[in-house]
């Protein structure tokens, strides 16, 4: 066998060892980050939610509505006696659970603000079987709009959220637009960019080694996704929703984020001239309020009573 023969061979089994290894990782990854563990709410968890409402004398229940696909949403509504008439819509982040939503809730109530407080799909007390990071979560969203619309009446409708439930409160004003005006900390900008995050962190590295070397991994995975559950999560582009809509937004991303870079929200807020961006110095992933919980409160109860009007 000649020497030229044999490089040929060599650089064909490594090219085909890479993308078949691309597409093992890709798989796995993606099935990771579909299938996360239900974090069930504990008794402490419902007695803190109690003892919120209690402080504040409102009122707390459980709800529940029926998604697109069937799965059963639940979530706590804590109505405010005689509050200001908002009330405000709390998504929660990846594999947590609507507890973790207190202490916005906590703050929002000082404020006269009622909240509903749902567990995602696939997350919680929630059903569902799969996570979409907005796919499917939009018309979620807009389902739990559309209850508080029938159940609350109220003056206006906001919606708050963290990480991956601030990239699906981003991706659902695609499907309701009748927000008042919303606040999203620490979102992703596409699904696509913070896969690129995550296949470089796997091996200790930035984005650009997802964006070259182990692109096929992410194509790999969507095509996967697309024919096993039927979910492009290419859809799942919370900055595409921003750039037409016409809901007020205003991002918050730590600068100290290494969890999901302060890029993603620079990247949105380019959509549109309409979004306003707050970049805390020394926040970290969803730390603002733990950062500097003055300005966080200000910022966002401003935010809201700036916007009631529209």
Known sequence: ??????????????????????????VVAVEGALHLPH????????????????KYHADLRDVEI????GAVLR?????????NGHVVLLLHGQGDNRADMLGQAEMLLRHGFSVLMPDARAHGESGGAITTYGVLEADDVRRWFEWIEKSESPRCID??????GAAEL???????????AVVAESPFATFREAAYDRLGQEFGRGPRLGRTILWPAFDTGLAYVRVRYGVNLAEADPARAVARSTVPVMLIHGLADTNLPARHSEMIRATSPRVALWEPKAAEHCGASAAEPVEYERRVIEWFEEHEGR
């Not at 066998?1 to 890709?26: D, H, K």
């Not at 974090?39 to 209690?54: I, M, P, Y």
């Not at 029926?66 to 696909?69: M, P």
């Not at 919606?159 to 991956?164: A, C, K, Q, T």
Request: glycine fraction near 12%.
């Open 1 to 26: 066998m000649s020497g030229a023969r044999r490089v040929t061979i060599f650089v064909i089994a490594t090219i085909a060892v890479w993308v078949l290894g691309c597409a093992a990782v890709g």
């Open 39 to 54: 974090l069930r709410l504990t008794a402490e968890e419902r007695d803190r939610a109690g003892a919120v409402a209690e």
């Open 66 to 69: 029926t998604a697109n696909d």
């Open 75 to 83: 979530a706590w509504s804590i109505r405010e006696h005689g509050g």
């Open 159 to 164: 919606g708050l959220g963290e990480s991956m």
């Open 170 to 180: 981003l991706r659902s004003l695609d499907a309701e637009r009748g927000f008042c």
